[in-house]
């Protein structure tokens, strides 16, 4: 199974400039990468955070969402044929309101060495002001708390009942799980306790512990499971903006082997091993985490020597391991306040310019993917499918499952697949399989061929010979 993800971060574009041209750049480097490069079409779209630049006025931060929604809608219905289910959205600090944070905080009316140890023993209601040189006390936490409102109305209408925001989003995370592909992804809110006079990432572990079943579920079953928040894990000793890195021994120990994540403005790929004393077994010891540029940051944003940058993420998953290639994608305008991006592979330090990396899966015995068949066959209704999925499987281990190919096989409405994939006659079901087929189809070939057929002819079976019969009439 091969598919990719379209791996998008921070998009938060400036006043001065619109987004037809970034959709319209994205859409020629799409059939650069496809038709030139030999890239696989995207089948999932993840956007990690920072959709917009934010304001301190509420109707202004509406306009940015509507018109981000625009945007996304457009990259919907190019990339994935309108199917939003395969479009992952998770919030970021740009995205906090910060108007509602101003007003739910007033200056710390507690004396300052109070105010000093409840800052330095991680109390959540004081925060310090650097500009002002005082400490702020939050006041209404109910206020407070409504800091992702317009985040959340903007993602509810944009989904519009295929999914809905988690009604607490710094405590509960949410996934979304495609059994298509074998993959699931959890979707973290990377911005607890952040606001305008805070700004350190942080994923609650009760967020955590809400999707943790799922996470097992999907590992038991052989998925990828890929966890996507907005803020990097380390920084300079100046800075405070990034996320405790403490908490990928968490993902790790959730069964997460991928993470996807932005904020730093730079593509970047890492591996985090768990502790050694948390060590459960080998698969459980590596996560690989890879982080996407700025989409449309300006030249305010962009680190030193750094471009716009978008990932694709190429995955071929087996049983038991997904293969992993990532191609950055990179803008070569040389004017950083270019308002029409030109993409282009960056170049790498190897022969593909992507960067390959395997990650382990569980290992499913026979029996076990045979029951993942069955059990997404009995939730799809889709018995195709279920077909060429047990063929797959044959393909792969050598083994014979004829019969319970045969048993979907018979559930299936296309009879033209029912007849190419009778190949052998080996028994009477085999016989009235196939002859049913081409009566259906009325395909004079297909007619010729089951009359001509000597190990039909062999079976001297009074219902099969009936059913010749009927074809000679």
């Not at 140890?117 to 708390?145: C, L, M, P, Q």
């Amino acid at each position: 199974m091969k598919y990719s993800i379209l791996h998008i971060s921070d998009i938060h574009k400036g006043q001065d400039v619109e987004y037809g041209p970034l959709f319209q750049s994205m859409r020629r480097d799409y059939e650069c990468y496809t038709n030139q490069e030999g890239l696989l079409p995207p089948s999932f779209v993840v956007v990690s955070g920072d959709l917009i630049q934010g304001a301190y006025n509420d109707d202004e931060i509406r306009q940015q969402y509507d018109n981000v929604s625009l945007f996304l809608s457009e990259i919907c219905d190019f990339f994935l044929n309108g199917d939003r289910k395969k479009l992952i959205i998770v919030p970021g600090n740009h995205d906090v309101n910060r108007n509602v944070t101003k007003a739910s905080m007033i200056p710390s009316t507690r004396d300052y060495d109070s105010c000093l140890n409840s800052f330095f023993s991680g109390a959540a209601d004081i925060r310090w002001n650097w500009k002002e040189h005082k400490f702020y006390e939050v006041i209404n936490r109910t206020i407070y708390n409504n800091r992702f409102d317009l985040f959340i109305e903007f993602y509810n209408k944009f989904y519009d009942g295929i999914r809905s925001y988690p009604n607490n989003p710094e405590e509960t995370a949410y996934v979304v799980i495609h059994d298509d592909f074998d993959i699931c992804f959890s979707c973290f809110n990377s911005c607890h306790h952040l606001d305008h006079l805070c700004d350190t990432g942080s994923i609650t572990e009760e967020a955590l512990n809400s999707v943790c079943k799922d996470l097992t579920d999907c590992y038991n079953a052989g998925f990828l499971n890929i966890a996507v928040w907005h803020h990097h894990f380390y920084g300079s000793p100046l800075e405070t903006n990034y996320i405790d890195r403490s908490f990928l021994t968490n993902l790790l120990s959730c069964n997460i082997q991928i993470g996807l994540y932005g904020h730093q403005h730079y593509t970047q790929v890492a591996e985090e091993y768990s502790d050694l004393l948390l060590q459960r077994d080998e698969i459980a010891q590596k996560l690989l985490l890879i982080s996407s540029g700025t989409l449309f940051g300006g030249p305010k944003v962009l680190p030193p020597n750094s471009h716009r940058q978008y990932n694709i993420i190429e995955i071929e998953k087996g049983n038991g391991y997904a293969a992993i290639d990532i191609s950055i994608r990179e803008d070569f305008n040389p004017n950083p306040n270019n308002k029409i991006p030109q993409w282009r592979m960056k170049p790498l330090s190897n022969s593909t310019n992507k960067i390959h990396y395997v990650v382990k899966l569980r290992e499913l015995s026979n029996n076990d993917m045979l029951l993942n068949i069955d059990r997404k066959c009995r939730i799809n209704k889709d018995f195709y499918q279920a077909c060429e999925n047990v063929k797959l499987l044959q393909q792969s281990t050598g083994e014979d499952f004829s019969l319970i190919f045969k048993s979907y096989l018979k559930e299936v409405k296309d009879y033209n697949y029912i007849f190419k994939n009778i190949r052998k006659i080996t028994a009477v079901e085999d016989a009235v399989l196939k002859i049913t087929a081409a009566i259906e189809t009325k395909n004079p070939d297909y007619i010729r061929e089951v009359i001509n057929d000597d190990d039909i002819k062999k079976l001297n079976d009074s219902n099969v010979n009936y059913l010749l019969s009927t074809l000679k009439m």
